[in-house]
């Protein structure tokens, strides 16, 4: 080989290292991303690891009263789920009137509530809660008054349930 | 330098060996071997010879010798001319010995080197003339020790003794002709090591990030249930505090009256539940288990008797509580 072709290879040697330098620039932009998703998967990992029960979502919106329905309607099912439970506890209802929904703007959620006027012994009006408790819904007594009448209890309370505002977007 | 250094790799070419000739040449001009021969050769008493050269300024001394030993090869003239050029640099000099070692130096510049047999006045005189010089020293030859005059010649000039039959450009394109080889496999290697080095940052970074995309897709789902759970949290805690407020009604209510039915001469006479406040009157006996384990139900921030009084006709008590229930707190783990 003469020094010609010596002259070429050294002319060569040095545009590789200048391509070396320029992969290398590229190698270290990997070895940075490498770096950052070593990290991201560890923490992915760590993630899949500790995976925690997540609740039932759609079961805890069974909660409230029926979205789509309209407030009278619902009002409407509250008061005949309350005569029946009543029927069944032999708590005598007198009178049940409704009152006017609410609207929490905060929380998007509409308080329905019953006023109920009832006559009956301690051992119903117990029934009677204990079965209120159970359908599966939320439901508040406030406004609770029971005063003794002769041999019954008479009883003025106010039932509340909620629904959820239909969310439209 | 070592001895055993000087004898392997210089030799000195003696006066009786070697043919000297000097010239003038331009600065500029550095002949290289073949064209040394060229120019030169002619002027060689020798069939077959080295010609030893040195410049001196302008000057071209040669000395042309039979047989070169080693690849430095110091002209005794030379050695000799620097010794003496020291005592006078216009004059014939006359090493006596067996023979005659005549140096001729003129203007600082050695002239000419040879050996005589015979050296009388008269062939003094004629060197003389010949070189137009006004001085002739006659010197004994032991004070021109060879050795002695080699180490007073400082190594660092050895280089341009330095013999070799080819030239120094010759020689570097030599060495770089057997370079190109090792070169070669160094860039070679460098070159795969690089390629593979690269494709394995860049596999491994794809792995990785498929195994990212992999595992964050399992976890998406996770994740928005997370967030979801999350909204739904926070929406019950709003809900509880905002609405329901204060204790569950329905639990408060079984738990006074279970504690009013401990005692079965206890008898309700009338029970207010509105927001907070309630209020529950009792005819008992005693009305201080009732307050008590009212208390400690957890249900209430406050709970006291307001008034008692006894019902002579029925020999018992009638006793009025008073109770504000316990707001409904936010959790603080989020």
Known sequence: ?169 | MQKSLKEKYISIIPIENSFFYSTVVDDSIKFNRETLYLNFAHISPYLYFEIVPFYDGSNLLLWFTPKIDKIVNIPEAYLLFLELSQKDDNAIFIIDGDIFRVIVIKDGVLKASFISYNMGELEKQSLLDEYQLENIYSLPSYRYNIDDMLDNYSPIHYYKWYFSNQSLKDKALKYLDLSVVPISIIIAIFISFEVLKDNYIEDKYNLLKQEYLSIKKQNDKYRDDLKNQKKTKEFFEEFYYDILIYQNSFEVISQIFHIVANDENNTIKYFKLSGDSINLSVETHNAIPILNQSLKSGYFDEFKIKSSRELRRKKINEVRYEGKLKRLKKSSDG
């Not at chain 1, 309370?157 to 239909?166: S, T």
């Open chain 1, 1 to 169: 080989m003469d020094s010609k072709n010596i002259l070429i290879l050294l002319v060569a040697f040095t545009l590789l290292v200048n391509f070396i330098n320029y992969v290398d620039r590229d190698e270290s932009k990997y070895i940075k991303k490498i770096e950052l998703l070593t990290k991201r998967v560890a923490k992915e990992k760590a993630l899949l690891g500790k995976r925690v029960k997540i609740l039932d979502i759609n079961s805890s919106n069974n909660l409230f009263f029926d979205t789509k329905k309209d407030n009278n309607i619902l009002l409407g099912e509250f008061q005949k789920m309350v005569k029946k439970i009543a029927k069944k506890s032999d708590f005598k209802i007198t009178n049940i009137s409704w009152g006017t929904p609410t609207l929490n703007e905060k929380l998007n959620i509409f308080i329905l509530p019953l006023k109920i006027d009832a006559m009956s012994t301690p051992h119903s009006f117990a029934k009677f809660t204990k079965s209120i408790i159970n359908i599966g819904k939320i439901v508040k007594l406030d406004m609770l008054t029971i005063r003794k009448s002769r041999k019954l209890l008479s009883y003025r309370m106010y039932l509340f349930a909620y629904k959820k505002v239909l969310n439209e977007k």
